[in-house]
Structure formats: C-alpha cells, structure tokens
C-alpha cells in the first residue's frame, strides 16, 4: 500500500486547510487515521476512521476543530482542519491499517505510512 498525502501550506490562526491522503495497493484497509509532528516533538495522534466511516476517534486537541472523513470510491481520507491554531504547526502523516481491529490510537496500530505534509500556522 502506498499512501499519498497533500494540502498542506500556510495559514493564519483561525484559518482552516483541507488534507487529502489517497491509498493505493491491492491490501485491504480497515482503518486510516492521522498523526502529526510538532519540531522537537514525538509524533502523536490526531484522528482516525474505520472503513465504513462509522467510528472515528480524535485526540482531544482537535475535537470540535478537526473532521475526519473518507471516499472510499477514491481511496481518499481527508481532513479538515477548522479553527487552526498555531500549536497545530506540524507534518501530518497519513496510515492505514490492514488490522481491523488494533491500538489504531498508537503509531503501533499502522502497517503503512505516508511521506507527510507541512502545515504552519503562523499567530
């Protein structure tokens, strides 16, 4: 599986972007889900989705900012980050799961990686 993600850029404090992760491969996929990489910082968790869409999770730093969604005819998960902060300066990584079931909160829980994209947030 290869993941492709995109939308990153710069935007002010209060501004909101839009990325996109689009996953090729012939590997199933249950579950997809976003981290991010502050500098100096360990990556952490930011939100991921099952296939269906039914169950997301989100860290609490982001509920009520950040919406998580996919389009699985396109094999995309998006997004959509609202309300930007500049303490969500980071590189987002997309991951996908072959695991329907698994830590899916933790870097643990991800067979497959993409290459990140920068978002700064500038106050």
């Known amino acids: 599986v290869q993941l492709q993600a995109s939308g990153g850029g710069l935007v002010q404090a209060g501004g909101s972007l839009r990325l996109s992760c689009a996953a090729s491969?012939?590997?199933?996929?249950?579950?997809m889900g976003w981290f991010r990489q502050a500098p100096g910082k360990e990556r952490e968790f930011v939100t991921s989705?099952?296939?269906?869409?039914?169950?997301?999770y989100y860290a609490d730093s982001v509920k009520g900012r950040f919406t998580i969604s996919r389009d699985n005819a396109k094999n995309t998960v998006y997004l959509q980050m609202n309300s930007l902060k500049p303490e969500d300066t980071a590189v987002y990584y997309c991951?996908?799961?072959?695991?329907?079931?698994?830590?899916?909160?933790?870097?643990?829980?991800?067979?497959?990686w993409g290459q990140g994209t920068l978002v700064t947030v500038s106050s």
């Open positions: 989705i099952n296939w269906s869409g039914s169950i997301t």
């Open positions: 991951a996908a799961s072959s695991n329907r079931y698994g830590a899916h909160r933790q870097i643990r829980g991800y067979d497959y």
């Open positions: 491969g012939r590997t199933s996929i249950y579950v």
